[in-house]
């Protein structure tokens, strides 16, 4: 074999090998890429994609105080994130799996729905902004039986911006235990809205 043909032959395959190399280089930094930007999606996401499809059958909340704190989640998107009409239809579907069986039966979905958008309406026209809310300590939830059911109730601390400032009040939940999981049996405000000090 001539000179011409095997210095052909070796800067060929030179050429192969770089083109080899550089698709397993552009394999290799497009996996790391697609990864990356899915673990960014993930970190993005907002509130409000993580309600609309939080998972209740694989993490329901365990205690009433996780409860209300996912309650109080959903209704912080509700009154101070502004949420789409759509997205108000499955948060409110989401929200419902933590109602008892007996609140259900009397808050029909519609019905719900209709109430849920008046109120936030009539607060948002208010002026009011949901701000934050504040859980009470696992010893301050009280736990008790009625008529062989387990119950448990605890008050959570509801704080408004508004134009003068921030006022807050206090929302009390009566949940009960129904096949293992606590729901929200009643729930109501339990004071007047007061003054932030």
Not at 15 to 24: N, R, S
Not at 29 to 52: H, P, Q, V, W, Y
Not at 70 to 98: C, P, T, W
Request: net charge negative; no cysteine.
């Amino acid at each position: 074999m001539s000179e011409k043909k095997h210095s052909k032959l070796s800067d060929l395959k030179t050429v192969f090998l770089a083109i080899f190399f550089i698709v397993i280089f552009l394999v290799f930094f497009n996996s790391l890429s697609d990864r990356a930007g899915k673990e960014r999606n993930k970190e993005t996401a907002t509130e409000i994609d993580l309600l609309m499809n939080y998972d209740m059958q694989r993490d329901y909340p365990n205690t009433p105080r996780d409860v209300a704190k996912l309650h109080n989640r959903y209704f912080e998107a509700f009154y101070g994130k502004g949420v789409s009409d759509d997205e108000l239809v499955v948060m409110n579907q989401k929200i419902r799996e933590l109602y008892s069986s007996q609140l259900l039966m009397y808050n029909d979905e519609n019905t719900n729905l209709n109430m849920l958008k008046d109120n936030i309406t009539s607060v948002n026209d208010a002026g009011y902004e949901y701000a934050s809310y504040e859980l009470p300590e696992a010893s301050q939830i009280e736990y008790y039986t009625q008529n062989g059911v387990e119950m448990a109730t605890l008050e959570v601390k509801i704080v408004f911006n508004v134009k003068s400032g921030m006022e807050y009040m206090y929302v009390k939940y009566v949940m009960v235990k129904e096949n293992d999981q606590w729901k929200i049996h009643v729930w109501g405000i339990s004071d007047t809205v007061q003054m932030a000090e």
